[in-house]
C-alpha cells in the first residue's frame, strides 16, 4: 500500500523558510516521478512541483518564482521541498503526491505564513 507522510510545516513569519520532507513507502519510490501539491484555504488542488526519478529534472509553478527548490534521496525513500522566501499566500497545506491530479490521501503538512 502507498504511503506518503509529509511533515515540516509549522507557522513562520513572512520571509522565512521551511523544509518540507515527505517520507515514502509501500511502492518503488525511485521508479516514480514526485509532485508536490497544496491547497489553499477555500481553493481547489494545485500543482506546485515535480522532480524526474533521478532528481534530474525538476519543474515548478510560476507562483513559486525561484522561492522553492525539490529535491529527492532515493536511498532514504523521501522527497523534499525547501521553502524560502514565505510569503503570505504560499500558505497552504502542502502534499506530497505521485499523481499531482489525484486527491491526496495523505494527511498533509500545513505551512502558515503570518506576523
Known sequence: EVQLVE????LVQPGGSLRLS???SGFAFSSYGMYWVRQAPGKGLEWV??????????YYADFVK?????????AKNT????????????TAMYYCATDPKA???????QVTVSS
Open 7 to 10: 511533515s515540516g510545516g509549522g
Open 22 to 24: 515527505c517520507a515514502a
Open 103 to 109: 486527491t491526496p490521501r495523505s494527511q498533509g503538512t
Open 79 to 90: 522527497l523534499y521541498l525547501q521553502l524560502n522566501s514565505l510569503k503570505s499566500e504560499h
Open 49 to 58: 512541483s515535480s522532480i524526474s526519478t533521478g532528481g534530474g529534472a525538476t
Open 66 to 74: 525561484g522561492r522553492f527548490t525539490i529535491s529527492r534521496d532515493n
